[in-house]
């Protein structure tokens, strides 16, 4: 008489069958280091994932600038995005700083702060910048964007955002902070920032109050 073998657990691509019981796809999970993978339902895996913050991109218009009667009037929110998936749904969709015209301003604010002096989240804020030359700014601005929503900075209730300016012949990135005054918080949001983005040179933090009052001659209150 022939003996009916019992069903073999097979792996097809990445269906898990068990045998005759319901069928769950899972997808490996494999470590940085290549090595033994454990694995996830794929409805889990494909669930987003919501960041600690929403954040709005804005951009500032060149050529509307040039006719604007006041600094902000051509500055539009762009996107918000809640999500791992959204960020990167639209940051794989724009163009990165050295694509951008001379003269346009790209942020990424929390939600609901606007990039200016006047909003009340930046008035008693600063600013640490970090400059490069035309075209040399695309890795640290997106590696600035991934460590701001990302939450990387020990001091991260301290940000406002990061914006990148791009000028004839150069790019800055800023990171805005909220209280300029709190100098422990602002020097260790600097020392963090310059390790994220490998960034060697000293780098100086300009607070929003003397910007105004001086505009390009407002100096540095703390440099790291
Ligand atoms: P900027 O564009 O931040 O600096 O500010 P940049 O790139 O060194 O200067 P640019 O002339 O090469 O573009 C330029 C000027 O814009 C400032 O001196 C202010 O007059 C004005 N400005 C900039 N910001 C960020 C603000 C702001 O938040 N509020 C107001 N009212 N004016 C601002």
């Given at each position: 008489m022939a003996v009916e073998k019992p069903p073999k657990p097979t792996v097809t691509g990445n269906r898990i069958n068990g045998g005759g019981e319901k069928v769950e796809e899972h997808v490996d999970i494999v470590r940085d280091d290549g090595s033994a993978s454990s694995k996830l339902p794929v409805a889990m895996v494909r669930q987003p994932h919501p960041l600690e913050h929403s954040w709005t991109f804005w951009f500032d218009n060149p050529s509307a600038k040039s006719r604007q009667a006041a600094w902000g009037s051509s500055i539009r929110p762009v996107y918000t995005f809640a999500t791992v998936e959204q960020f990167w749904s639209v940051y794989n969709n724009i163009h990165h700083p050295s694509k951008l015209a001379v003269g346009a301003d790209f942020h990424c604010f929390k939600c609901g702060i606007e990039p200016k002096w006047e909003d009340p989240v930046c008035a008693n804020g600063g600013k640490w910048t970090v400059n490069f030359s035309r075209g040399k700014s695309d890795a640290c601005w997106l590696y600035t964007l991934l460590a701001?929503?990302?939450?990387?900075f020990d001091h991260g209730d301290e940000i406002c955002g990061a914006v990148v300016n791009v000028r004839n012949r150069q790019e800055k990135i800023s990171i805005w902070t909220k209280n300029a005054s709190n100098e422990a918080a602002q020097l260790s949001?600097?020392?963090?920032?310059?390790?994220?983005?490998?960034?060697?040179?000293?780098?100086?933090?300009?607070?929003?109050?003397?910007?105004?009052?001086?505009?390009r001659a407002a100096k540095n209150k703390y440099a790291v």
């Open positions: 701001m929503i990302g939450e990387q949001i600097g020392k963090q920032w310059k390790e994220f983005i490998d960034y060697n040179d000293q780098i100086g933090f300009i607070f929003h109050e003397d910007a105004k009052k001086h505009d």
